[in-house]
């Protein structure tokens, strides 16, 4: 199986902060083509609390938008972007959350979060049980 990323296109700056702060970054235009070669459209949304480094927002965009003619299950597009804003970041939490348009008549929500057991996290944060 191919890589479909090219995550040396992400970018960091210094964290300016030794406090611990969420940054949010939308983007409700994220577009590749689904399993059947079809347009896809979604709006992802990444809760990021960084480390030593944050997200530089133009490289994010760059990143994002070489999804835009590759194809790819929804399942497969978060996870991928998932494990390369881990590797290239290494934040103390990662939340990604996918929301699908529908078609067919069917929308889906994808979400991941490093605080998970399942993902070698120590599940100290209880916020995503209320969802």
């Keep these: 199986m191919t890589n479909l ?25 994220l577009t590749f083509l689904g399993a059947d070669g079809q347009p896809d459209f979604a709006t992802l949304i990444t809760f990021f609390y960084p480390d030593k480094f944050i997200i530089e927002l133009k490289s994010l965009k760059q990143y994002l938008c070489q999804f835009r003619m590759k194809v790819c299950s929804y399942e497969r597009l978060i996870n991928m972007i998932y494990s390369d804003l881990m590797f290239v970041y290494k934040p103390n939490r990662l939340r990604i959350s996918m929301s699908t348009n529908v078609r067919g008549g069917i929308s889906s929500e994808l979400i991941i979060d490093s605080d998970w057991k399942c993902r070698g996290g120590q599940e100290q944060f209880k916020d995503w049980k209320e969802q």
């Design 5 to 29: 990323s090219d995550y040396s296109i992400l970018k960091s700056l210094p964290n300016p902060s030794n406090e611990g702060y969420e940054i949010k970054h939308a983007c409700p235009e």
